[in-house]
């Protein structure tokens, strides 16, 4: 059986060309089945089945895996057996028509307007580090890049000119992207101190040593920004997240938003609607006379 899975993964990274976190967290997900198949004595993939299966998920859940966290761990499965069945391995899937067990949908944090305006207008120095760091920031909140997005921008995707940008998303998906005012002129105090940086390669975001930045010096770069200006916990998702709920509060346009994201789902696009509901329960609560009047007599 690890074999199999050995020579699936190998699929996965040289045919389908996901990504190396893609990767890890299927391998990491089918472990789970792996080790679930050798304690219960299952001695192929083949005698899996949608009962066995249906246990393995039921015992995740008493362990206090959530329910996202389960509806991946099926979706590899299935895409393992997707795998097992085109190469002759196998005739079924034990994962169709299972389904995770229904959890409390979290919905994202983001910064209000204001957080985000605090966040983005301060003075910035005239150094290599502020001038970098702050176009990081204006490009997260202005065109709401994934993290994987952004560590992979090269020069030849930016047309400043235009106020423009196109990037790799998911499933090597490109989608071109408008850029605001405030992130251009960003990016455009911040190209001339990189240039002067020697450059290894053509990426837009480098250290002070010329390499590309990666994922966690990024990640760190953004926390510490948000300890600096906001005294809260930043992360590059959340910029993400304000850029759509804030633009769907503006626009309401669903389907827009979800262009601009790269969602293939609109499903996925569909909990912003639930962020300016609160947004728009918590100006009612502030606001109607009767909302104001049930608050005060408690």
């Not at 976190?21 to 005698?47: E, G, M, P």
């Not at 299966?53 to 895996?65: D, F």
């Amino acid at each position: 059986m690890e074999r199999q899975l050995d020579a699936y993964c190998t699929h996965l990274r040289s045919e389908r060309q996901v990504s190396p976190h893609t990767l890890q967290a299927y391998r990491r997900d089918l472990n789970k089945v792996l080790a679930f198949c050798d304690k219960a004595s299952i001695a192929s993939w083949a005698a899996l089945d949608i009962q066995r299966l249906r246990q393995l998920v039921s015992r995740l859940h008493q362990q206090g895996q959530s329910s996202r966290s389960i509806a991946r761990l099926l979706s590899a499965v299935r895409g393992l057996y997707h795998y097992l069945n085109r190469e002759g391995l196998c005739d079924h899937d034990p994962a169709n028509g299972l389904a995770p067990p229904k959890g409390e949908r979290r919905l994202p944090k983001t910064l209000d307007t204001d957080r985000a305006l605090q966040l983005l207008e301060g003075a910035v120095e005239e150094d290599f580090l502020a001038q970098r760091d702050q176009a990081i920031l204006e490009l997260f909140y202005s065109s709401g890049l994934r993290l994987s997005e952004l560590t992979g921008l090269n020069l030849e995707q930016l047309d400043l000119a235009d106020g423009l940008i196109q990037v790799l998303g998911k499933g090597s998906k490109t989608r071109v992207l408008p850029v605001g005012r405030k992130a251009r002129e960003a990016l455009q105090a911040w190209l001339p101190l990189r240039a002067l940086a020697n450059p290894q390669d053509d990426a837009v975001f480098i250290s002070q040593r010329g390499q590309r930045l990666g994922p966690r010096a990024i990640q760190l770069r953004v926390k510490a920004a948000g300890e600096r200006e906001l005294g809260q916990n930043l992360h590059p998702h959340m910029l993400r997240h304000s850029f759509a709920s804030h633009l769907l509060e503006s626009s309401q346009d669903l389907r827009a938003v979800q262009e601009l994201l790269g969602h293939a789902d609109i499903k996925t696009t569909q909990i912003y609607t639930h962020l300016d509901f609160q947004h728009l329960a918590s100006v009612y609560d502030s606001a109607h006379p009767r909302a104001k009047r049930s608050k005060d007599s408690e």
